[in-house]
């Protein structure tokens, strides 16, 4: 059964002391690395006994928690529960998965995340306003209320610079720099330039669009980009590239002010002539196709997207839908895009999740079921409904995924729409849907049809499918003690390096030592060429390039450590010659160790070849010589 990494990853914080006990968090090839504030807080026997945990080490001021290869996915839902640091994982940061489309997506949603909690504060104003307004409790056009509007609209018209300040976070750059560049964006003067509202300043015409000139010749297209998303972004590579090529070029004795005088230099024409009209026009494209989507089909667009929402949800791309959210309030008005959609499928989750509570017949699966319906209907908080109760069981799941685009799909067609930014969609969200031209409460008689059908559906498919589970744990157990099946045939490993062999118990790591991550053999190398020891497929690389790990065609996992705790030199005395994913043969080189670096820096060399899955062999023989040369045979698994 796949390792649950939410629930580890909890368990593992719980038992070290919680979230503000972890000082610092980084993982290598196969350990979570920690630096807690207080180690007497850590409960050893309790982190060992956490499933997929193999062994727990104290070393180099640092606590040690052996996952192995899963370590990489386990981190990734770790970070997120907690702010362990600015430099977390800095020695060994997670490579970027996915394709470009992916990676982009995953950028977005990474600098839009922080600034969640001041737009869902300064949203939830914007909805309160609305009611008080709407029923006639509040004037619009009173002091009172132009002081709470600007207080809640100042995050939304300010946004380039909010976002610039993540965008520089997340690449590692000046934040007040990129600040500077989002800040020019919505500076008034600016703003009243472009708008053709200044005496005097020369206007003219390009592409058929207003403009005004910089330096006199170079076109600067008239747009507005407060509340806007896509420009800033579109300058996140511009601006990166600018700092560099700055701190590049400046001397050291002049670079305090010369570095920060040639970026902004570079940025101000390249915002304002390039990409910033490029953003626009961008924006105003995809606003203006999902309008048309949305008027052509709206029943099909608001319910796949519905449905679709837990999968965007579970892989964080419903952030990078924000920004999209975002431009169909600033141009049209409202958006189904976010709020409609999030609002089916949310409140579909806590359906699904009562459905279970009331099906089964497990006192503590129905507690959970109801306190995770509660919580997804109510406040729109879905993970402890999705993961704790649909995924766990998987056909709620698929009741809750009908139960949204259905209600989706019955939303589309009475023309739900969202007309403010409020919290997490919930049941309480319908006040968001007040506005429109002739009845503005149409939008919530419907949305609350839409939402009875979405709880009740999902409700009612959830009790049809869900089974409780019988005997599972006891099955996989009796899986889990079963001898392991032995291979069609032995499978030969050759040596990936030419030195000494050593007895895997003697390598001065208690973790290697005691064949916690697997049997096998270690290496004391004279030469620091890495081959390949067989036919495979690169499975995991590290940017720290200390380890490789290799899976066989049979699914014999193999994982190459070059030296002990080498993770710390950052990556400087290694090459990789490979890709993750890529095909190798057996004698393809894979790394390049500079030995002697390694020796310098004060670190050992003895270099691990294991096996990380040897448990499911029935046993791994290492040949009985001494000295070895890379491509001799060093292992038989059978």
């Avoid at 002739?438 to 939008?443: C, D, K």
Wanted: glycine content about 10%; charged content about 15%.
């Amino acid at each position: 059964m796949a390792l649950d990494y939410v629930s580890t990853s909890k368990q593992i914080i719980e038992a070290v002391g919680g979230v503000n006990n972890i000082a610092t968090a980084s993982h290598c090839m196969t350990r979570l690395r920690l630096v807690l504030n207080d180690e007497s807080k850590a409960d050893d026997a309790k982190v060992n006994k956490i499933k997929g945990v193999k062994s727990v080490i104290k070393q180099g001021g640092q606590y040690q928690v052996v996952i192995g290869n899963e370590v990489s996915n386990l981190f990734k839902e770790f970070a997120k529960m907690g702010n362990f640091g600015e430099n977390s994982g800095a020695a060994a940061p997670v490579k970027p998965k996915g394709n470009l489309i992916q990676r982009l997506f995953g950028f977005i949603a990474g600098c839009m995340t922080p600034l969640l909690p001041a737009m869902l504060g300064t949203g939830m104003v914007k909805v309160l306003l609305t009611l008080l307004t709407t029923f006639g409790v509040m004037s619009s056009t009173g002091p009172t209320y132009t002081i709470l509007y600007g207080m809640a609209d100042s995050f939304f018209y300010f946004l380039p610079i909010f976002l610039a300040a993540q965008i520089a976070k997340k690449t590692n750059h000046t934040v007040p720099l990129f600040m500077v560049v989002g800040a020019m964006l919505v500076y008034p003067d600016i703003i009243n330039l472009l708008g053709g509202a200044i005496e005097g300043a020369p206007m003219g015409t390009f592409l058929g669009m207003s403009c005004t000139y910089l330096f006199g010749v170079i076109p600067v297209i008239s747009a507005s980009y407060t509340s806007s998303v896509l420009p800033i972004l579109l300058m996140t590579p511009v601006m990166t590239w600018a700092e560099d090529f700055a701190d590049r070029i400046s001397p050291n004795v002049l670079k305090a002010f010369l570095k920060p005088m040639i970026f902004c230099l570079i940025c101000t024409p390249v915002a304002f002539c390039v990409l910033g009209p490029l953003g626009s026009v961008i924006g105003n494209l995809l606003s203006g196709g999902i309008s048309a989507l949305y008027n052509a089909v709206p029943w099909l667009t608001v319910g796949v997207l519905s449905a679709a929402m837990p999968f965007i949800v579970m892989t964080g791309m419903h952030y990078a839908l924000i920004p999209l959210c975002m431009n169909n309030m600033a141009t049209l008005g409202f958006d189904v895009i976010v709020l409609v959609t999030m609002f089916c499928s949310n409140i579909a989750q806590g359906g699904a999740s009562l459905g279970v509570a009331v099906k089964t017949k497990n006192t503590e699966t129905r507690s959970e079921g109801i306190a995770c319906g509660i919580s997804a209907i109510v406040a729109g908080v879905t993970e402890p409904a999705m993961y704790g109760i649909n995924l766990r069981y998987m056909k709620p799941m698929i009741a809750a995924v009908i139960g949204a685009g259905v209600s989706g799909l019955f939303a589309g067609i009475t023309g739900v729409k969202g007309y403010t930014m409020g919290g997490s969609p919930s049941i309480l969200s319908l006040i968001q849907f007040i506005g429109g031209e002739g009845n503005p409460m149409r939008g919530v008689i419907f949305g609350a049809i839409a939402a009875v059908i979405s709880i009740g559906l999902a409700f009612f498919l959830a009790m049809i499918l869900f089974r409780d589970p019988k005997e599972e744990e006891a099955s996989e157990e009796d899986n889990e003690d079963a001898a392991p099946a032995a291979p069609a045939a032995p499978i030969e490993i050759v040596s990936p390096m030419t030195g000494k062999i050593l007895d895997i118990t003697q390598v001065p790591d208690e973790v290697f030592a005691t064949g916690t991550l697997g049997q096998g053999a270690a290496i004391l190398p004279t030469d620091g060429h890495v081959y390949a020891p067989c036919d495979g497929t690169v499975s995991a690389l590290m940017d720290s390039r200390h380890a490789i790990a290799l899976t066989t065609d049979d699914d014999c996992e193999i994982l190459i450590h070059v030296g002990l705790d080498t993770v710390k030199l950052g990556g400087k005395p290694f090459t990789y010659h490979v890709k993750e994913d890529q095909k190798v043969k057996q004698g393809d080189l894979l790394i390049t160790a500079d030995l002697e670096m390694i020796k310098e820096a004060g670190y050992k060399i003895h270099t691990p070849v294991l096996i990380t899955n040897s448990d499911d062999y029935n046993s791994v023989k290492v040949a009985g010589v001494t000295e070895i040369k890379a491509g001799d045979p060093l292992m038989t698994i059978s």
